[in-house]
């Protein structure tokens, strides 16, 4: 089956640093979801990629959808203590029938004020 | 309300009890899923239902049994469960298209469930 990497798997960064993290598939993707989960709640969809080389910004984030169709990642900039939490990525090969999301393992972000 | 609800938010139960969560998504979707969170690990899906059928089903023990009655509500029920089985369960909905492919998902809440 698919199989998503996601990197680094927690990062410590002082309140106004850039942040970056990325997910790599073995296989091709056309879509790439990421999600922001807080503590004690569930993932919240955060931006959709459907393309691939798609740049799309929300906010301070923003995402890409890598040319190879098997990598995507997500920028945070400027971070602020509320953007502590665990960052999910999801990739889906929509054409195929009865497609899954296949979920990475999680970026846990720790932000020091 | 709105998006996707979960109740109840936290759950202490006993082995021998026999519970149930509760799931409603208020977006219209026609996929509603099962995924059980344990403590550092990745999501993992139990089960899928699309257009009220059930269309995945992950190897999960049938100590946890789902409902799917209509397009907006999926229930999961509990008997018999282990303390291994402490985990955030998360339900989510999604727009699947009529060749099964899923849309993003909304997530619910989840509930917090502790096995003792």
């Known amino acids: 089956g698919q199989q998503l990497n996601q990197s680094p798997q927690s990062m410590f960064i002082q309140e106004g640093e850039d942040v970056s993290m990325n997910c790599t598939s073995s296989?091709?993707?056309?879509?790439w979801l990421w999600y922001k989960q807080d503590p004690g709640e569930g993932p919240v969809l955060l931006i959709a990629?459907?393309?691939?080389?798609e740049l799309t910004s929300n906010g301070r984030l923003t995402a890409q959808f890598g040319i190879t169709r098997k990598d995507s990642f997500l920028n945070i900039s400027a971070s602020i203590p509320s953007d502590v939490g665990i960052y999910f990525c999801a990739g889906q090969l929509r054409e195929t029938s009865g497609s899954r999301l296949t979920f990475g393992e999680g970026t846990q972000l720790t932000v020091n004020p | 309300e709105t998006g996707v609800t979960q109740t109840p938010r936290h759950l202490v139960m006993g082995m021998t009890n026999k519970k149930s969560l509760k799931c409603e998504q208020h977006l219209g979707h026609n996929a509603m899923y099962w995924y059980k969170q344990s403590a550092k690990k990745p999501l993992e899906l139990m089960f899928v239902y699309n257009f009220k059928e059930q269309t995945e089903n992950n190897s999960v023990p049938s100590r946890f049994s789902p409902e799917c009655p209509n397009s907006s509500h999926l229930f999961l029920h509990l008997h018999t469960l282990q303390p291994e089985d402490s985990a955030l369960y998360l339900c989510?909905?999604?727009?699947?298209?009529?060749?099964?492919?899923?849309?993003?998902?909304?997530f619910g809440p989840g509930t917090r469930l502790t096995v003792t």
């Open positions: 989510a909905s999604s727009q699947a298209d009529l060749a099964g492919g899923e849309g993003e998902q909304y």
């Open positions: 990629l459907y393309k691939a080389g």
């Open positions: 296989s091709i993707f056309n879509t």
